[in-house]
């Protein structure tokens, strides 16, 4: 079975800091995504990739970075987080857009 | 900006009963079309995904699309307490392309027993 792992399943963050959200695949998958997801307003997505180092910008991008420098691992950065960026946020894979594959979340809140 | 739209609910349905979920999209040149299941605190999970206009039946699930009408929806036939969960509708239009989904707000589905 797939397996899609996020590193932390809560985190607290004051309002300025830096914040890394690690998603690892073991499926060998091209495509890798980063949603969050907000009571009222569904999953969004914020970034995609379809191969290493490469990176596309979703529907919501804006305070938001990725890393992609091995197949596998595909990492959210918050550069400056924010209130407004606590959510849950969600890690995907997929090989094509058949299936995609979640990571069990992470509750973030920044105070 | 592609929009994917669902009744919010909550969707009540007695147990044994057909539940029947609805889904209108955007963008006609969607291709492919899913329905996520995610129970509470939990991420979604794929239960059922079609890409050609008509009925396509997994178990106790039946998804049904009109491409015409832009619409989509999902049967769960002899409901179950197990069933209630919030149901997403997704919809990509590259046909298995790399872009990832637009995904609606969900359906919340209780199963009274």
């Known amino acids: 079975d797939v397996k899609v792992t996020q590193s932390s399943r809560y985190l607290v963050k004051r309002t300025g800091e830096k914040v890394f959200l690690e998603c690892v695949q073991d499926m060998d998958h091209e495509n890798m995504f980063w949603y969050r997801q907000d009571p009222g307003l569904g999953l969004r997505l914020i970034y995609f990739?379809?191969?290493?180092?490469?990176?596309e910008k979703g529907d919501i991008p804006e305070g938001y970075s990725v890393s992609r420098e091995k197949k596998e691992r595909f990492s959210l950065i918050l550069e400056s987080a924010s209130t407004n960026q606590t959510s849950m946020y969600l890690c995907a894979s997929s090989q094509n857009n058949e299936k995609l594959f979640f990571g069990s979340g992470t509750q973030l809140s920044v105070l | 900006q592609k929009e994917v739209e669902q009744n919010s609910g909550p969707l009540s349905v007695p147990e044994g009963a057909i539940a029947s979920l609805n889904c209108t999209y955007s963008d006609r040149g969607s291709q492919s079309f899913f329905w996520y299941r995610q129970y509470s605190g939990k991420s979604p999970e794929l239960i059922m995904s079609?890409?050609?206009?008509g009925d396509k039946e997994d178990g106790r699930f039946t998804a049904q699309l009109n491409k015409a009408s832009q619409y989509v929806s999902l049967l769960i036939r002899d409901s179950q307490p197990s069933d209630s969960a919030t149901y997403l509708c997704a919809v990509s239009d590259s046909g298995g392309g790399a872009d990832g989904l637009t995904f609606g707000k969900g359906t919340h589905l209780i199963i009274q027993p």
């Open positions: 990739s379809y191969d290493v180092k490469m990176k």
């Open positions: 079609i890409y050609s206009n």
